[in-house]
């Protein structure tokens, strides 16, 4: 024998001993279709149209042409190999199952796809798979790439589906996809159910327990959350691991309802874990299911409630989210979504309930070419991460937020807080209705014609501001009063009485949260002024001469800020009161701008009386003092403000000695204040 037909047969064992080991590691997937019928037929095989054929082709990958693509090949390659799908005699073929080099677990090879030609199986694969997206039935193809998770999620579905098929060739098609699948699943199969009965699983099964559309517990910041899941993967980068699921919650962005998404982590850790002691774990493993969902959708009534409004005015006590700090807050808050977008960099865009990009997405195509994904780190629990297109819609086309929708709803919501004068985020368990002051106007100490004057004319504002326009449409339509006197005669007490009286958001305009040069202060006062028009705000700008001076040819910023107030209050529809005590020293343009002018006296000794027996005799505190007592008490020279002060001194005291509040703990506190030199019986006591 010569050297060529040595060589030849050298090479001739060695290709046969490649077949040999690929065959064998491969026999299973050749007798996968043993169970349907055996397709003896071969003379009309050409004859049979795409995909009729109940048969496994068996393709490998060949010489790889580039970094992200594989070319399937029907023989072992020995060079490069064309690829073999496209062939008639390929397409014949109910299914195409694509084998690829392995390198794990010592197996040769380990099934990469599977490719679904059959029209049988689209259609049966389109309804085990009815309720995702990105499925089409009529393309030409269908690929479904290991792991196969869709699978085995919906694995219960695709047997009853195949159970319940009568045509014999239909079947066939259908058991055979079905064992291809077992042999594929059947591990993961039976490890997940063994974990699930234990209550455990591992950080590599979590996928598992993840089913897209489930619902998701966790426990944020002390509360019970429940989140719609939307999808989850495994994500690595910077040297970690973690599962990372998109999960949803109901939120309101000022005219309807929506969900908004975020993400929840779970990190790597070894060995088993009980299932309840993840971060985030599927809601119906939850011990007390039906108490905390009872507990939730209690919430999302109170959600709905506070939103059917543009705005909601109650109390607040609690904590509230301030950007990155949190703080405590005991007062008065303005729940308004859409201000809060307008006003701050919050969210603007919610995704509809009926939107289809909410369902489970499948990619049934056979495209490889992907982009390299960047690592973005596991991002901020509640907080959406990367940059995602929000979808706008019309309110009048989102589905109506139904009581099974409920317990979903976010346990936040988004607004102003009058206290700190900030746009934040409160926690809605904290919101309560407001316990109004019905009385505060009766006993606000002014004289009657006063109050009667101030009552008509707010009144009459409240029932016509749409009727009184200017010239120019939307001018003049507010009204402005200033109300002037000495300090602590009740100015400012009658712009809170006159909020309380009409159930309105009060709020307060001080010169340090407007700035002070006149770009803040333009910014800053259009905010406010566009925000109290909208809540029918009474709108306070205490001691006003301070920002409304008369304007000077040294100081231009002064004179801009003065006529940025000129030119924006023109324009304001709504309530503005004004106090000070340096009437003269406000603007001259300015003052002709007020419709109203309320001159406050000092107080006289009957109305002194009155405010110290208003706080003298309160539910709060007893009381022992005799009406000869407020005798020797309205004497004294003090406003009222000063009487509170005197009051609240002399309350703890009495407090701190566990007794009744008593005229000598008033003269104690009259002692070491400043108007001690008006009261001449101070120190002495009563026989």
Known sequence: MDTSDTESVGEHSHGQQVRIVLDSSSASWSELGSDAYSS???????????????????????????????????E????????????????????????????????????????IQSSYLKSILGQVFQEYSGITTTLKKLVFKAPFHCFFYEWHRLEKIVREIDDPVRKSHARLLRKILRSELKETISLSNDLSQNGVITFDYLWTIFKPGIDIYTFEDGYDRIYRLQSAQYVSGMGTQYFQMTVHEIDCEGDGFGYQWKVIPIHNFPGTRQIQDLDAFPASCHPRLGEVKEALKKRGEKFRMI????????????????????????????????????????????????????????????????????????????????????????????????????????????GYCFKIKKWVTFHIDHVQEIQWHDGAFESLVLAGEYKKLIKAFVESHVENKDRFDDVIEGKGQGITMLLEGPPGVGKTLTAEAVSEKLRRPLYVMGAGELGADPESVEESLSMILEAAAK??????????????????????????????????????????????????????????????????????????????????????????????????LQS??????????????????????????????????LSVSSASAHFPIVGSRRD
């Open 307 to 414: 939103h059917l409004n543009p705005y909601y005015y109650g109390a607040y006590k609690g904590v509230v989210i301030d950007g990155k700090h949190k703080r405590n807050v005991d007062g008065r808050i303005v729940v308004d979504p859409s201000s809060f977008s307008t006003f701050t960099e919050g969210v603007t865009g919610l995704i509809p309930f009926d939107s289809t990009s909410l369902k489970q997405g499948m990619d049934v195509s056979d495209q490889t070419h992907q982009p390299t994904p960047q690592y973005r780190g596991p991002g901020i629990p509640g907080r959406p991460m990367g940059c995602r297109e929000l979808i706008y819609f019309e309110a009048a086309k989102r589905p109506e937020l139904t009581d099974d929708m409920l317990h979903l709803c976010s346990a936040y919501v988004r």
């Open 535 to 632: 809540w029918d705000a009474v709108l306070l700008l205490d001691e006003c001469d301070v920002l409304l001076a008369q304007r000077s040819t040294d100081n231009l910023g002064r004179n801009s800020i003065v006529a940025i107030f000129l030119r924006l209050l023109e324009y304001y529809r709504g309530m503005l009161f004004m106090t000070t005590n340096r009437v003269e020293a406000i603007d001259p343009a300015f003052q002709s701008r007020i419709h109203l002018t309320i001159r406050y006296p000092s107080l006289d000794a009957a109305a002194r009386r009155q405010i110290w027996e208003r706080f003298v005799r309160t539910p709060q505190q007893e009381s022992t003092l005799q009406p000869q007592d407020f005798l020797e």
């Open 40 to 74: 003896d037929e071969d003379d009309s095989a050409e004859h049979e149209g795409p995909g009729q054929v109940c048969d496994v082709k068996k393709l490998y990958e060949g010489e790889t042409k580039c970094n992200c693509c594989i070319n399937w090949v029907e």
């Open 76 to 115: 072992i390659p020995e060079d490069m190999g064309p690829s073999a799908e496209e062939e008639s005699e390929s397409r014949r073929h109910a299914l195409l199952i694509r084998l690829r080099r392995n390198h794990s677990d010592g197996k040769p090879v380990a099934l990469h796809s599977i490719v």
């Open 636 to 669: 004294v020279d003090v406003n009222g403000r000063e009487i509170k002060n005197l009051v609240k001194t002399a309350q703890l005291l009495a407090s701190h000695e566990k007794v009744p509040l008593a005229i000598e703990h008033i003269r104690t506190a």
